[in-house]
């Protein structure tokens, strides 16, 4: 929970620091862009194959172990991969980009030692000392298991505050004559190839904004959408 008022307190203060200091490079803003929605696309297929795993109860006990075990190994691999895209924006000359990248950073770490925790909890559920007397152990599986997914739901929660941030690096931070920020740091080419990233990765769902039943994922890919498919002009126009 402070994790979460750490980072709500962050984006109050963001608008500041994107004003602060000279211009910054929009290549550079362009790559770091597509970049979290690359490592966005790895959460969304760690929850497409968490969806696929097998449920508590199955017949075939040792078989369903070994799978959730597998899928805890690779969706740790998929994250700190997903991470390592981000780290080398922490170096940025823009600040904006760096102080993002850092917060982006710090949310990967935590869902890595999320998978490492769920991990622990498969291995301790098939060990054989809890097959043998799985009704006893039941109930501290229950608990742990539920526990697990609170923390789970608050870290993906962070990912919503963590695309409002890129948000703030994808507008130009400097006003136009009207002192107006109207316009994205993106030229329409590269403003149309992230929308079709997202669309690709999360489906035309996103198109119509936040819905009933999306997941904190789905809701941090929408709000990229929407300020991309927004009244902000490209650097182009």
């Known amino acids: 929970m402070k ?10 203060w963001l608008p500041a620091l994107c004003a602060a200091g000279p211009a910054p490079s929009y290549d550079e803003r362009f790559a770091f862009a597509k ?9 969304k297929g760690i ?69 490492d925790e769920r991990l622990k909890l498969f291995e301790d559920l098939y060990s054989p000392e809890v097959v043998k007397n799985f009704d006893d152990y039941q109930v501290v599986f229950m608990k742990r298991q539920s526990d697990l997914e609170a923390k789970t739901e608050e870290i993906y929660y962070m990912l919503t505050s ?4 890129v948000t ?42 936040f819905q009933e039943g999306f997941s904190y994922l789905d809701s941090a890919a929408a709000i990229l959408y929407q300020v991309l ?3 902000h002009k490209s650097l182009n126009e």
Do not use: W
């Open 3 to 12: 994790r979460l008022i750490v980072f709500l307190g962050l984006l109050l």
């Open 35 to 43: 970049d979290y929605i690359l490592a966005l696309s790895d959460l």
């Open 47 to 115: 929850e497409t194959a968490a969806a696929a795993l097998p449920k508590n109860g199955g017949k075939d006990v040792v078989g369903d172990g070994i799978q959730r075990m597998a899928f805890a190994k690779k969706a740790k691999s998929d994250i700190l991969s997903a991470k390592c895209l981000m780290e080398k924006y922490m170096t940025s000359k823009d600040e904006m980009v760096a102080t993002t990248a850092a917060q982006i950073v710090s949310v990967y770490e935590l869902l890595a030692g999320n998978m």
């Open 162 to 165: 963590c695309s409002v941030m």
């Open 168 to 209: 703030h690096v994808m507008i130009k931070p400097e006003a136009d004559k009207e002192g107006k920020k109207s316009y994205l740091v993106f030229n329409s080419v590269q403003r149309s190839e992230l929308k079709l990233d997202l669309l690709n990765i999360f489906g035309n769902k996103i198109t119509e904004g």
């Open 229 to 231: 498919s927004g009244p």
